[in-house]
């Protein structure tokens, strides 16, 4: 059974920053996959934030890019960050670390329907 975990959320005033942290486990596949960044706002849909491949090819929103940055650990394929620095009030959200299945092959999918599998969710608070 996979499962996500998320830490790293809280609150913090525009213009600072916050990373968060997801660690997958319960993976069989040896080899790395794909590990996404979702975010959901109260009466909004799920967004994505920002993807990361096999082979660590990334991907980020428009409206983060510059400001968001994900990542994997070195050495540890199953961890995956999301530093996000000039945090802005329009980033308040719950955020997902999500994963699709073996399937992709380490490929990230383009449409949020493809990831199976999720984690709890963090609040992440801006304000002043």
């Known amino acids: 059974q996979v499962q996500l975990e998320e830490s790293g959320g809280g609150s913090v005033e525009p213009g600072g920053s916050l990373k968060l942290t997801c660690v997958a486990s319960?993976?069989?596949?040896?080899?790395?996959?794909?590990m996404a960044w979702f975010r959901q706002a109260p009466g909004k849909e799920r967004e994505e934030v920002a993807t990361?491949?096999?082979?660590?090819?990334?991907?980020h929103d428009e409206s983060v890019k510059g400001r968001f940055t994900i990542s994997r650990a070195d050495g540890a394929e199953n961890t995956v960050y999301l530093q996000m620095n000039n945090l802005k009030v329009e980033d308040t959200a719950v955020y997902y670390c999500?994963?699709?299945?073996?399937?992709?092959?380490?490929?990230?999918?383009?449409?949020?329907?493809?990831?199976?599998?999720w984690g709890q969710g963090i609040q992440v608070t801006v304000s002043a």
């Open positions: 319960g993976i069989t596949d040896n080899n790395a996959f794909c």
């Open positions: 999500a994963a699709p299945t073996a399937e992709w092959a380490g490929r990230c999918p383009q449409f949020r329907s493809n990831f199976q599998y």
């Open positions: 990361i491949s096999a082979n660590r090819r990334t991907r």
